[in-house]
């Protein structure tokens, strides 16, 4: 069971999206035009036909790519908060302001993935042509500026094409988008495939782990909590959270720590 932290630390779900658009007048017309899109949201569904119920991997569709949004935010608002800022220099910059760092962050979190609806195999590459199309659609709802909106496509899509732990990212939105996508690791998000007969070493010990959380670090500015009830869901986190971190540009900035049934077990850096 999961201890209650202090109160900086948030829970990686689906819910916390929404969240962290409320407020901004971009953001907030961003996810809606993303989550009534028809075209896009037959597509999440499509990919979720092949990746799951023929591959039997895990969830790849909507509440995939909204979980990856709100932790993606979520580490990107601590990166340019107090605790974050000093460090940056280390990594790129926004190359645009906050709130389009945002919009960046947001679109690229929730499309992706949508290359899987047409194979695993270099679905990080498909994606890229799939994705914009869709951000011709739902970008020229929020910029007016021709120029400034073919910008913030551009760097989309390197975030969709960098989010492959195969890829080096060149960005802070990719990268956090990467790492993002690398938390949604706990028991729900492998119960899909576990329900259609997968019953490797991933889907135990993702059923292990129960749930993940961001926060502040003490010691790297962004801290990633692991809990687990027992040592198998140490395996996702090497297997895939570590190494989506280590070409994320921004690992030097992260560490995760390890909780079984409430205590800590292991901290973790990547290099």
């Known amino acids: ?3 209650e932290l202090e109160a900086d630390v948030v829970r990686v779900s689906q819910r916390l999206v929404r969240e962290k658009v409320e407020g901004s007048r971009k953001l907030e017309r961003l996810y809606q035009s993303l989550e009534s899109n028809e075209e896009l949201q037959d597509y999440l569904n499509l990919c979720n036909e092949l990746v799951v119920k023929r591959m039997y991997y895990n969830d790849h569709g909507i509440t995939h790519v909204r979980i990856v949004a709100g932790a993606a935010l979520e580490m990107l ?3 340019l908060s107090n605790n974050g800022r000093e460090v940056l220099t280390k990594v790129a910059r926004p190359l645009l302001d906050i709130e389009d760092s945002k919009v960046i962050t947001l679109a690229a979190s929730y499309l992706h993935d949508l290359g899987n609806m047409v194979h695993r195999t270099f679905h990080h590459v498909t994606g890229v042509f799939i ?3 869709i951000l011709v659609d739902v970008l020229r709802e929020i910029y007016t500026d021709r120029r400034v909106e073919r910008r913030v496509r551009q760097e989309v899509l390197h975030c969709v ?8 990212c060149l960005t802070l939105e990719s990268g956090v988008v990467k790492v993002a996508d690398g938390t949604d690791m706990s028991e729900g998000r492998a119960r899909l495939p576990y329900k259609h007969g997968k019953s490797d070493i991933h889907a135990f010990s993702a059923l292990s782990i129960k749930g993940v959380e961001i926060a502040p670090g003490t010691e790297r500015p962004i801290r990633i909590d692991v ?3 027992n040592e ?3 395996f996702q986190v ?3 959270l570590a190494r989506k971190i280590r070409t994320s540009g921004i690992e030097n900035l992260i560490e995760i720590l390890m909780f079984k049934q409430g205590q800590q077990f292991k901290r973790m850096v990547v290099t």
């Open 1 to 3: 069971m999961i201890s």
């Open 232 to 234: 198998a869901g140490v």
């Open 238 to 240: 090497e297997e895939v």
């Open 227 to 229: 809990h687990m009830e």
């Open 131 to 133: 994705a914009g199309d």
């Open 77 to 79: 608002d601590i990166l």
């Open 161 to 168: 094409f960098a989010h492959d732990e195969s890829v080096q």
